[in-house]
């Protein structure tokens, strides 16, 4: 069974950094492309950042281009969110999720396989 599952969410102070970890089971991890997502209360769930199967083609939402950074290590079976100068604003709920296209960015339909998420919440 296909499973994918986040860890790393907290609280955080604005301006602080925190990497978020997904590992990928039960499937094989690098014949998908990946993507974040997240969904702040009341909002719908949004696109963050994506990457290819092996890694080398990212893209980015223009909301957290520059702050996050996305990688993965198909060894490891993980992808990784690395969010730098956080902001009230980013507090939600992280979702990693596996798309069955190879060539980010990545929408929701693309996505086969969703995570369970891990909450972010940024605040003083």
């Known amino acids: 069974q296909a499973r994918l599952v986040e860890s790393g969410g907290r609280l955080v102070q604005p301006g602080e950094s925190l990497r978020l970890e997904c590992v990928a089971s039960g499937y094989n991890f690098r014949q998908y492309g990946m993507s974040w997502f997240r969904q702040a209360p009341g909002k719908e769930r949004e696109p963050l950042a994506h990457?290819?199967?092996?890694?080398?083609?990212?893209s980015y939402e223009d909301s957290v281009r520059g702050r996050f950074r996305i990688s993965r290590d198909n060894v490891k079976n993980t992808l990784y969110l690395q969010l730098n100068a956080l902001r009230p604003e980013d507090t939600a709920v992280y979702y990693c999720a596996a798309a069955n296209n190879g060539s980010p960015p990545f929408t929701q339909g693309d996505i086969t396989i969703w995570g369970q998420g891990t909450q972010v919440t940024v605040s003083s």
């Open positions: 990457i290819s199967r092996a890694g080398g083609g990212t």
